[in-house]
C-alpha cells in the first residue's frame, strides 16, 4: 500500500487526483494541503511514501516545500524516505531542473493521463525515479549546456567521492544516463538482473543519489555524457 500527500492551491484538482489514486487498492491519499507551508506541516505530521507537490502555489511554493521536506529526510510508512513527484502545467526547462535539484524524484505535468498519473505514484512509491518523456528532454537540453569536456570520465565521476566507483559501476551510471532501465542494462552487459541491482544501488549510495533521476544529475554535472548520448 502506497500512502499519498497531495499538495494543491485547487480544490478541483487536488479532488480529481484524489479520485484517481483512489480508485487503486494499492493507493491510499492521507492528506490533503492547499499551499506549501501546509504541506510541510502534513508532511511532518503524517509523513507518506509519496507526495504529489504543485509547483506554483501561496504561502510557499512546490520547489522551496519540496527543498524542506527532503532536508527533513521524513519516511513514509513502507520505511522508505518521502518521495515528491513535482506537477504543473508548465513544461519549462527552468521548473523541470529547479524541481529535480530540489529533490524531487519525479516530475510530470498536470495533464498527464490517469494512467500515468497512476503509474508514476507506484514507481516512485517503489524507489525508483519517474519523469516525463518531455521533461526529460527538457532536462537533457538544459545541463548539456553546463557540460565541460572531459579526458578521463572515470577521473571525473570520482572527482570528491569519499569511496570511488568500480569500472563496472561507473559503465552502470552511463548506461542510466542514457535512459536504460535495469533490464536493458542486463542484457547489454550480459549479467543478471540481481547484479545490477546490487551495482545500482552501489552507485546511488557512493555518489549520494536519492534515485535514478539523480545519478543522471550527478553524470551530467561532471560532464561525462557526451551529447549523442540521449535522445533529447
Known amino acids: 500500500m502506497f500512502t499519498v500527500g497531495l499538495a494543491d492551491d485547487q480544490q478541483l484538482v487536488r479532488a480529481g487526483f ?15 494541503a492547499n499551499n506549501g507551508r501546509e504541506a510541510v506541516m502534513l508532511a511532518q ?14 504561502v510557499v511554493n512546490g520547489i522551496d516545500a519540496t527543498k524542506e521536506i527532503v532536508a527533513q529526510r521524513l519516511r513514509g510508512p513502507a520505511g522508505e524516505l518521502t518521495r515528491i513527484v513535482v506537477l504543473t502545467t508548465f513544461d519549462t526547462d527552468n521548473y523541470v531542473v529547479q524541481s529535480i535539484e530540489a529533490g524531487a524524484s519525479g516530475f510530470l505535468l498536470k495533464d498527464t493521463s490517469p494512467e500515468e498519473l497512476i503509474s508514476a505514484v507506484q514507481s516512485v512509491g517503489e524507489s525508483s525515479a519517474v519523469i516525463s518523456p518531455a521533461a526529460t528532454a527538457t532536462l537533457f537540453k538544459r545541463l548539456r ?24 559501476e561507473a559503465e552502470i551510471l552511463l548506461l542510466i544516463a542514457r535512459g536504460l532501465s535495469n533490464t536493458e542494462i542486463a542484457d547489454h552487459l550480459v549479467i543478471s538482473l540481481p547484479t545490477v541491482k546490487t551495482h545500482v544501488g552501489r552507485v546511488l549510495a557512493k555518489t549520494g543519489s536519492r534515485d535514478r533521476v539523480h545519478a543522471v544529475l550527478y553524470a551530467f554535472d561532471r560532464g561525462v555524457i ?7
Open 18 to 32: 484524489s479520485m484517481v489514486l483512489g480508485s487503486q487498492d494499492d493507493i491510499e491519499v492521507v492528506w490533503e
Open 45 to 58: 505530521r503524517q509523513p507518506v511514501d509519496v507526495i504529489l507537490m504543485d509547483i506554483q502555489m501561496p
Open 145 to 168: 549546456t553546463h557540460m565541460a569536456p572531459t579526458v578521463d570520465p572515470m577521473v571525473a565521476l570520482n572527482r570528491g567521492l569519499v569511496e570511488p566507483l568500480t569500472h563496472r
Open 226 to 232: 557526451p551529447k549523442n548520448e540521449t535522445g533529447a
